[in-house]
């Protein structure tokens, strides 16, 4: 009994860390699936929205404006600072860049990472800001039936309630909104998009903000978490076989992919690492997204594309 | 405040072009100049712990040029250089820096156990000394294998039976030690790596059951290395952290609710920001001390005159924190070592060979130290051509919410169990890269 409350207390925490990968993945394929860019800059704007969050939160708290209202006031400078952002980059990066290929666009993205890194640490500097927007203690489950309980973290819990809200509210977006259908269009294909009169430029500044706001609830969670610096942009590297193991383009897909890599890793380190000198977990992800390469290469929810020649 | 933005700008600029970026601090130099260059990390991940460390190195550097206007009328010269704790930009501002100045680098300092592995490869070919305060190869002590190491302070090895020593007096004896368990929490990195040996020696000899678990750079996700300190339940954890690292891993020790006051951290696990970020979740946490505190003392005095006063400096945010009086101790010593040079070699700017005399000659004496303002931050050492470390001590301090106590006085690392280790480990060293040992008993 004890050795099966040890593999539950692993698996339930490794579903929980999946959740929170999930949620910086959401931000990947929310671009990928509205414009088929591959977003390098994910990690970076989760890290941008996270100081500008944090430091307006410190300075507002710091002149006596109650907590509630400084992180309400922080919030809405946090998103105007990523709607500034996705238009600096429509503007001078994408723009530029329209009907080019999607590797093009890919390495623009790169570039976008470094100046966002760079810009947000001159800015907003580079120390480690404490963010305490929800409980980091954790809970002891089942306490009778397992010896000392089942350890769930309570911000890991907070993290699945938020993503599984983004989830739904992403759907809809996208499903039954007419933005949200011309999101799609752009993303078959952006000549014929523009021939049918929907404004990529004006699109592709909406989707990028609306992955900025992702970035932000991301950094709401990873900041409490760990604090805001700079080692969240190293989550975007997590998100990779996330997606690759959930396909690209579906939104659904990232969050099974963040169970399957969170649950995945946590057990191989545990259990496996041990027999083999451990940290393992880092590339143990990648080894379940080759697998899911190998048999199904656009992950398990992405759409099978087709091309006839 | 324009120093400090554009140190920062320039780091930043760094990051954007992904290279390393040289920042000067000085004018251009002069004939009667000494260079001395600082590989530095101001940005990236473990910059929270590199920009107080090399804002003390600066600052000192800068209050011996304003207050005695250089060594023995040399002034100090100094370029940063970023290098992002990134072995392959250290080596790159290494290559960039080391024939600068009128006789070269005096040092170099690299705060990076990686960057000071992949040097100690460089440095016997341009003999250049490489100053590592209480890092690097612990076996570098040797210096008749490693004559242009100075592992200054201490070492990983100093580090760890030190941390097993307090462990001991916490259990009322070194025999209380016998079936105890201890595991290491690190970074899995060279860094991390290094107190294994002298761990697992010391388990063998004292009977406690000793378990290394690897944490991957840059350590924020570590939930799978605290369920199973959650159920393996040792009777201490040990942190050799970095950067994030250590306030994820205190972080984590909450939710699994291991208690703080059972974890030791190295020396690089025991400042400020390494419990801050974790909030009243690091009371009760310890960490070693590379013997000196935090706080004031009155080299501190002598900067805030000669350096704040006039506008001058860049660390004066940082300044009496941890790792700001490390910097200053990093620094103190290559000053030291320059001064103790121009005794033999003259009042004038000194090549690297020349500066290694004066690592290698430098008596720091409790005099000499309370002379430096640095009295109650270091104990007296004192280098030789044999021993490149010149200290074997270290005290512990435990975080009490707010800030630093120390809870201990001196301890002492046992040399006849590292001393074997350090023979050992330099004599394969030095087979395996084809080295003679030199013959420190003819040279002194």
């Known amino acids: 009994?004890?050795?099966?409350?040890?593999?539950?207390?692993?698996?339930?925490?490794?579903?929980?860390?999946?959740?929170?990968?999930?949620?910086?993945?959401?931000?990947?394929?929310?671009?990928?699936?509205?414009?088929?860019?591959?977003?390098?800059?994910?990690?970076?704007?989760?890290?941008?929205?996270?100081?500008?969050?944090?430091?307006?939160?410190d300075f507002m708290v710091a002149r006596g404006i109650?907590?509630?209202?400084?992180?309400?006031?922080a919030l809405m400078f946090a998103a105007v600072v990523m709607a500034i952002?996705?238009?600096?980059?429509?503007?001078?990066?994408?723009?530029?860049?329209?009907?080019?290929?999607?590797?093009?666009?890919?390495?623009?993205?790169?570039?976008?990472?470094?100046?966002?890194?760079?810009?947000?640490?001159?800015?907003?500097?580079?120390?480690?800001?404490?963010?305490?927007?929800?409980?980091?203690?954790?809970?002891?489950?089942?306490?009778?039936?397992?010896?000392?309980?089942?350890?769930?973290s309570k911000i890991d819990v907070w993290g699945g309630l938020i993503a599984g809200a983004l989830v739904a509210v992403l759907a809809i977006f996208f499903q039954r909104t007419k933005t949200g259908r011309a999101l799609r269009a752009v993303a078959d294909d952006h000549a014929a998009a523009e021939s049918v009169g929907i404004p990529i430029t004006w699109i592709w500044f909406v989707v990028w903000l609306v992955?900025?706001?992702?970035?932000?609830?991301?950094?709401?969670?990873?900041?409490?978490?760990?604090?805001?610096?700079?080692?969240i942009v190293f989550l975007a590297l997590k998100a990779?076989?996330?997606?690759?193991?959930?396909?690209?383009?579906?939104?659904?897909?990232?969050?099974?992919?963040?169970?399957?890599?969170?649950?995945?890793?946590?057990?191989?380190?545990?259990?496996?690492?041990?027999?083999?000198?451990?940290?393992?977990?880092?590339?143990?992800?990648?080894?379940?997204?080759?697998?899911?390469?190998?048999?199904?290469?656009?992950?398990?929810?992405g759409e099978r594309i087709i091309e006839r020649i | 405040m324009l120093r400090k933005t554009l140190a920062v700008a320039t780091a930043a600029a760094a990051v954007l072009s992904g290279t390393a970026i040289v920042f000067s601090t000085g004018p251009a130099m002069a004939q009667n100049e000494q260079f001395i260059p600082r590989l530095v990390y101001r940005t990236g991940a473990y910059a929270p712990n590199g920009i107080p460390f090399a804002n003390g190195a600066a600052d000192y550097i800068t209050m011996i040029n304003e207050r005695d206007g250089g060594i023995g009328g040399v002034k100090l010269i100094m370029e940063e250089c970023e290098t992002g704790y990134a072995t392959d930009k250290g080596v790159e501002c290494y290559e960039r820096l080391k024939g600068k100045g009128p006789t070269g680098a005096a040092y170099f300092s690299p705060l990076s156990t990686g960057i000071t592995f992949a040097l100690t490869e460089k440095v016997p070919g341009d003999k250049i000394p490489l100053l590592t305060t209480g890092y690097g190869r612990s076996e570098s002590r040797n210096g008749a294998v490693f004559p242009w190491n100075f592992i200054a302070v201490g070492s990983y090895w100093t580090a760890a039976d030190i941390a097993i020593q307090h462990v001991a007096k916490e259990l009322g004896g070194i025999d209380n030690l016998k079936g105890k368990k201890i595991s290491l929490v690190y970074h899995d990195s060279p860094y991390g790596k290094e107190p294994i040996p002298a761990l697992e020696a010391r388990a063998k000899l004292n009977g406690f059951t000793f378990k290394a678990i690897p944490v991957t750079h840059p350590g924020v996700e570590q939930k799978s290395q605290w369920l199973a300190i959650r159920q393996d339940r040792p009777d201490y954890v040990l942190l050799w952290g970095w950067g994030v690292m250590n306030s994820t891993s205190i972080k984590e020790a909450a939710a699994v609710a291991y208690p703080r006051d059972k974890i030791i951290g190295v020396w690089w696990s025991g400042a400020e920001p390494d419990v801050t970020p974790a909030g009243d979740q690091a009371t009760g946490y310890k960490a070693l001390m590379l013997q000196h505190p935090a706080g004031k003392f009155a080299v501190h005095g002598d900067i805030e005159k000669h350096v704040y006063a006039k506008g001058q400096g860049v660390g004066k945010d940082t300044n009496g924190q941890v790792l700001f009086n490390r910097g200053l101790i990093d620094s103190l010593i290559g000053v030291e070592a320059i001064r103790t040079a121009q005794e033999k070699f003259g009042k004038k700017p000194l090549t690297g060979e020349q500066v290694r005399w004066g690592f290698e000659n430098l008596n720091l004496t409790a005099a000499r130290i309370k002379e430096l303002g640095f009295e109650g931050m270091l104990a007296p050492m004192k280098f030789s051509c044999a021993d490149h470390q010149g200290a074997d001590q270290a005290r512990v301090h435990q975080w009490d919410g707010k800030e630093w106590k120390i809870i201990s006085d001196f301890y002492t690392a046992d040399r006849k169990i590292l001393d074997p280790m350090v023979a050992e480990y330099s004599a394969k060293y030095a087979a395996e890269k084809k080295i003679t040992p030199r013959d420190c008993a003819k040279e002194s």
């Not at chain 1, 339930?12 to 394929?29: D, K, N, P, R, T």
């Not at chain 1, 992955?211 to 080692?231: D, E, H, R």
């Not at chain 1, 191989?268 to 690492?273: D, I, M, P, S």
């Open chain 1, 240 to 301: 990779l076989p996330v997606l690759i193991i959930g396909g690209f383009t579906s939104v659904p897909g990232a969050i099974v992919g963040g169970l399957i890599v969170g649950a995945g890793e946590k057990i191989a380190e545990v259990y496996l690492g041990q027999l083999i000198g451990g940290g393992i977990e880092y590339w143990f992800a990648y080894v379940l997204a080759l697998a899911v390469l190998l048999v199904r290469p656009q992950g398990l929810f």
């Open chain 1, 66 to 73: 109650p907590t509630w209202a400084a992180i309400v006031l």
């Open chain 1, 85 to 152: 952002t996705a238009a600096l980059i429509q503007k001078f990066v994408l723009g530029p860049l329209v009907n080019q290929d999607g590797l093009s666009l890919f390495m623009a993205t790169i570039g976008i990472t470094f100046v966002i890194e760079g810009a947000g640490q001159m800015i907003f500097g580079s120390d480690v800001y404490p963010l305490r927007l929800f409980p980091t203690d954790a809970w002891f489950v089942l306490g009778g039936i397992f010896d000392g309980g089942l350890l769930v």
């Open chain 1, 1 to 57: 009994m004890v050795v099966f409350g040890q593999f539950l207390e692993v698996l339930i925490g490794g579903l929980l860390a999946g959740v929170l990968y999930s949620l910086v993945a959401l931000g990947f394929v929310l671009i990928f699936k509205a414009s088929g860019v591959f977003n390098f800059a994910q990690g970076a704007m989760v890290l941008l929205a996270g100081l500008a969050l944090v430091r307006s939160l």
């Open chain 1, 211 to 231: 992955a900025g706001l992702v970035a932000l609830t991301a950094a709401t969670v990873w900041g409490t978490k760990l604090g805001v610096q700079f080692s």
